[in-house]
């Protein structure tokens, strides 16, 4: 029974929130010009098409089990050919932005929910309420983890398109590596007693939960 609550209150809000994620990024996409998640059946709602084994499942799993003070996940990204969009330096900053946006919509939406929870039985009331916390904070911190300035994070795309030449051009030749780079950022801070992404995480993602709730007469 614990398992199952604990799959309602947590795995559902990520598994919601990565999968609009990836599915914004599809949509902006095709509105600025490439249609190619599209083609690939990628642009679906359906959380099936999107679920990465290590990113949607074991690196959550990892970080709740260690007890990391910040909680990030992926879905597959959702293939986008930026050469196809009709402006692919403005239109690439959009269709980024997209996802991290969407998240913080969901968030808010979330937030307007509870003040639904009195039409609902007491028992059912708590359970509801855990998980639209649980889907505020990770709308938000999957938000701001994600703009991040480190490719391929959606922060290092818009930063690339957005910041001169000069900059730009060496940041974007981080891509290979930026996997690689978060999860050392992650997890060995971590374990050394010091986490900079914790910091450089959660500080924001108070502020932004704090002026949630405030738009959404929560505080």
Same mark, same amino acid.
């Given at each position: 029974m614990k398992v199952l609550i604990n799959i309602l209150v947590i795995g559902l809000p990520i598994l919601f929130a990565i999968t609009l994620h990836e599915a914004a990024h599809g949509y902006a996409a095709l509105r600025y010009g490439d249609d190619t998640a599209k083609r690939m059946g990628r642009l679906s709602l359906n959380p099936l098409r999107h679920i990465d084994p290590l990113g949607t499942v074991l690196i959550p799993g990892l970080l709740l089990l260690t007890g990391s003070p910040i909680l990030f996940g992926y879905a597959k990204p959702v293939p986008v050919n930026f050469s196809r969009l009709n402006n692919p330096r403005r239109d690439s900053v959009i269709v980024a932005a997209a996802g991290p946006a969407t998240n913080i919509l969901l968030a808010y939406l979330s937030a307007l929910l509870f003040h639904f929870l009195v039409f609902f039985p007491i028992g059912a009331q708590t359970l509801l309420q855990e998980m639209l916390s649980t889907s505020v904070l990770i709308n938000v911190m999957l938000a701001v983890f994600n703009m991040i300035?480190?490719?391929?994070?959606?922060?290092?795309?818009?930063?690339?398109?957005?910041?001169?030449?000069?900059?730009?051009?060496? $940041?974007?030749?981080?891509?290979?590596? #930026? @996997?690689?780079? /978060?999860?050392? !950022? $992650?997890?060995?801070?971590?374990?050394? #007693? @010091?986490?900079? /992404?914790?910091? !450089?995480v959660l500080y924001p993602v108070r502020i932004i939960i704090d002026f949630i709730s405030l738009l959404a007469g929560l505080s």
């Open positions: 300035p480190i490719p391929p994070l959606d922060g290092g795309r818009v930063a690339v398109g957005l910041l001169p030449d000069v900059v730009a051009v060496p $940041l974007a030749r981080v891509e290979p590596f #930026g @996997f690689f780079i /978060i999860l050392g !950022l $992650l997890f060995i801070p971590y374990m050394l #007693g @010091f986490s900079f /992404i914790a910091w !450089l």
